[in-house]
C-alpha cells in the first residue's frame, strides 16, 4: 500500500513540529550549568520520561518486535533486571553524586582517585558511547528508507541534522521536554500499532493468543540453567541489574539527567519510577512482535532480517494516517536517543577534558566552544552510523554487546571507590584494564552471551582492583581524597 500525502504531512508536521519546540528553549542556555544540567530545575517526572526515551532508540522499536517474533517473551527477565538496577543505584550510588556540585558522573572518579582514572573513564565512556550510538543512528535509516524510499545515508544525514538544530541550540532543557513530548508520541503510537494489528488477524486477540501461546510465544520465565542462554531467568535478572547498574550509575548519558533534578530524593524518584514505565514499555513492543507473528506466519528471512518486519508492516498494511502516525513515533525515539548522545557526549568532552585545561574560560567562551562540542559529535555519529550500514544481525543486540563491554571495567571502578577505602588509583586502573580485556575477550573470543558480560566484567576490575591496590602504596593525595570521601 505504501505512504501517502497524509502519511508524509504528518512525518513532516512532526519534524518541523518537534524542532521548533526544541529551539524554544535556546534563549534560556547563559551557563554550562544551563547547557548541560538545564539549571538543575527539571521536575522527576519530566526526568524519568526522559530516562526512558534517552534508552529507548529506534533499536528499541524496531528490534524487541524482531526478536519476539523469532523466540518469545523472555527478554522481559532482562527488563526486570533493569527494574531491580534502578534500586541498587538509588543507595548504592546516588547519593555520592549530590555530595557536592557534580556535573559529570567522572568527577566522582576524580574526587575518590584523582585526575588520571577521571580522564581515563571519561575517555572510555566517550568511545564506547560513539560506537554504540553509531549502531543506533543507522537503525533510524531502515525505518526511514522503507517509509521514504531515500538511500539510508541521506536518511541518516536528514534526522542527525534535524535532531543537531535544537540540541545544539538548546541544551540540555530542549532534549528533556522533547523527550517528554516524543515519549508521549511514540508509545501512543505503539499502542495504536497494536490496536490495529489485532483488527487485522481474523479472530483479533483470542486468535493470536490461541496460536501464540502451543508455539511457546507467550513465554516469560526460562528457568533452565543454561549459561550459554542469554535470555534466561538467571542471565536475565542478574545481568540485567548489573548491566542497568552500570548504564544509569555510570553513564553520562544517564547520570547527567539525574544531576538536573533539583535535589537526591527527586532524582531517586524519577529513576525508580522511570523503571515501571520501561517494563511497560518492553512489553508492549515484544506483544507487537508476537502479534506480527501471527499475522504473517513466515520466517523473519522473508523480509531480509527481523529488523524489517514491523517498519515494513506500518508501510505496507497500516491504513493511512495511522501509518504517518507509526513512522512519526519511531523517529520520535531516534531523534530523542540522538539528542541524548549529542549532549553528553559534548558535556563530558567539554568539563571532563577541556576545561580541566583551560579552566579560565569565560562562559560565553565555554558556550561557543560547548556547541561546537555537538556539532562535532553529530559528524563523528553520522560517520560511525555509516560504518555500522555493514554490521550484521539484529541491531539491538549489536548496540547492547558494544555497551556492555566497557560497562563492566566503569562500574568496578566506580564500586572500588564507593565501596572500599583500600582501593587507589594504580589498583583501579590495573583493575579496569583487567576488565577491558576480561569483556573484549568475552565479545570476540568465546559465545557468552551479552548479558554476562558486565557481571564479569565488573568482578574482575573490583577484585583485581582490590588486590593490586594492596600491593601498591597511595600517593598522599589519593589518601586524602579516600579519608575525604567518607567511605566505609
Known amino acids: 500500500m505504501g505512504l501517502n500525502r497524509f502519511d508524509f504531512a504528518i512525518i513532516a508536521l512532526y519534524l518541523a513540529g518537534i524542532t521548533a519546540f526544541g529551539l524554544r528553549f535556546r534563549k534560556k542556555q547563559r551557563t554550562l550549568r544551563d547547557y548541560f544540567l538545564a539549571g538543575r530545575g527539571i521536575p522527576w517526572w519530566a526526568i524519568a520520561l526522559s530516562i526512558v526515551a534517552a534508552e529507548t532508540s529506534t533499536l528499541t522499536i524496531i528490534s524487541i518486535p524482531g526478536l519476539a517474533y523469532d523466540s518469545n517473551l523472555t527478554f522481559l527477565q532482562v527488563v526486570m533486571g533493569y527494574v531491580v538496577g534502578r534500586i541498587v543505584i538509588s543507595f548504592v550510588l546516588l547519593p555520592h553524586y549530590f555530595r557536592g556540585d557534580l556535573y559529570t558522573a567522572y568527577e566522582l572518579i576524580e574526587r575518590r582517585f584523582g585526575r588520571g582514572l577521571r580522564s581515563f573513564t571519561a575517555g572510555l565512556f566517550l568511545l564506547t558511547r560513539a560506537a554504540a550510538e553509531g549502531v543506533r543512528v543507522y537503525a533510524v535509516s531502515i525505518v526511514v528508507s522503507i517509509a521514504l524510499g531515500t538511500g539510508q545515508i541521506l536518511s541518516i544525514a536528514i534526522i542527525t541534522a534535524l535532531t543537531l538544530i535544537y540540541t545544539f541550540e538548546g541544551g540540555l532543557a530542549a532534549v528533556i521536554w522533547t523527550d517528554v513530548v516524543q515519549t508521549a508520541i511514540y508509545v501512543g503510537g505503539t499502542l495504536v500499532g497494536l490496536f490495529s494489528i489485532a483488527h487485522l488477524v481474523p479472530?483479533?486477540?483470542?486468535?493470536?493468543?490461541?496460536?501464540?501461546?502451543?508455539?511457546?510465544?507467550?513465554?516469560?520465565?526460562?528457568?533452565?540453567?543454561?549459561?550459554?542462554?542469554?535470555?534466561?531467568?538467571?542471565?536475565?535478572?542478574?545481568?540485567?541489574?548489573?548491566?542497568?547498574?552500570?548504564?544509569?550509575?555510570?553513564?553520562?548519558?544517564?547520570?547527567?539527567?539525574?544531576?538536573?533534578?533539583p535535589g537526591q530524593k527527586q532524582s531517586r524518584t524519577a529513576l525508580i519510577s522511570s523503571g515501571v514505565a520501561i517494563l511497560f514499555q518492553?512489553?508492549?513492543?515484544?506483544?507487537?512482535?508476537?502479534?506480527?507473528?501471527?499475522?504473517?506466519?513466515?520466517?523473519?528471512?522473508?523480509?531480509?532480517?527481523?529488523?524489517?518486519?514491523?517498519?515494513?508492516?506500518?508501510?505496507?498494511?497500516?491504513?493511512?494516517?495511522?501509518?504517518?502516525?507509526?513512522?512519526?513515533?519511531?523517529?520520535?525515539?531516534?531523534?530523542?536517543?540522538?539528542?541524548?548522545?549529542?549532549?553528553?557526549?559534548?558535556?563530558?568532552?567539554?568539563?571532563?577534558?577541556?576545561?580541566?585545561?583551560?579552566?579560565?574560560?569565560?562562559?560565553?567562551?565555554?558556550?561557543?566552544?560547548?556547541?561546537?562540542?555537538?556539532?562535532?559529535?553529530?559528524?563523528?555519529?553520522?560517520?560511525?552510523?555509516?560504518?555500522?550500514?555493514?554490521?550484521?544481525?539484529?541491531?539491538?543486540?549489536?548496540?547492547?554487546?558494544?555497551?556492555?563491554?566497557?560497562?563492566?571495567?566503569?562500574?568496578?571502578?566506580?564500586?572500588?571507590?564507593v565501596l572500599t577505602r583500600r582501593a587507589n588509583q594504580t589498583g583501579a586502573a590495573l583493575g579496569m584494564i583487567c576488565g577491558l580485556i576480561a569483556e573484549l575477550y568475552l565479545w570476540l573470543g568465546t559465545q557468552v552471551p551479552w548479558t554476562w558480560w558486565v557481571l564479569i566484567g565488573t568482578s574482575v576490575t573490583f577484585g583485581m582492583g582490590w588486590i593490586a591496590s594492596g600491593l601498591t602504596s597511595q600517593t598522599p593525595a589519593e589518601r586524602d581524597l579516600s579519608s575525604s570521601s567518607g567511605h566505609s
Open 203 to 261: 479472530g483479533g486477540w483470542p486468535a493470536i493468543r490461541a496460536a501464540a501461546a502451543p508455539a511457546g510465544k507467550l513465554q516469560i520465565f526460562d528457568f533452565h540453567a543454561n549459561f550459554l542462554a542469554p535470555y534466561t531467568f538467571w542471565a536475565g535478572v542478574i545481568g540485567g541489574t548489573f548491566f542497568t547498574v552500570a548504564s544509569h550509575g555510570t553513564d553520562q548519558l544517564i547520570v547527567q539527567r539525574l544531576l538536573a533534578a
Open 282 to 417: 518492553f512489553a508492549l513492543f515484544l506483544i507487537v512482535g508476537v502479534m506480527l507473528w501471527a499475522y504473517y506466519r513466515v520466517p523473519s528471512a522473508a523480509f531480509g532480517r527481523a529488523d524489517r518486519i514491523y517498519p515494513t508492516f506500518i508501510v505496507n498494511k497500516m491504513p493511512h494516517g495511522i501509518s504517518g502516525l507509526l513512522i512519526a513515533a519511531i523517529l520520535a525515539a531516534a531523534k530523542s536517543n540522538l539528542s541524548a548522545a549529542l549532549n553528553s557526549l559534548s558535556s563530558s568532552a567539554i568539563l571532563d577534558f577541556y576545561e580541566r585545561f583551560r579552566p579560565r574560560l569565560d562562559e560565553p567562551t565555554k558556550m561557543r566552544l560547548s556547541r561546537l562540542a555537538t556539532l562535532v559529535w553529530a559528524m563523528v555519529l553520522f560517520g560511525l552510523a555509516l560504518i555500522a550500514l555493514r554490521k550484521a544481525g539484529r541491531v539491538v543486540e549489536v548496540g547492547l554487546q558494544i555497551a556492555s563491554v566497557a560497562y563492566g571495567a566503569l562500574l568496578g571502578a566506580f564500586l572500588l571507590g
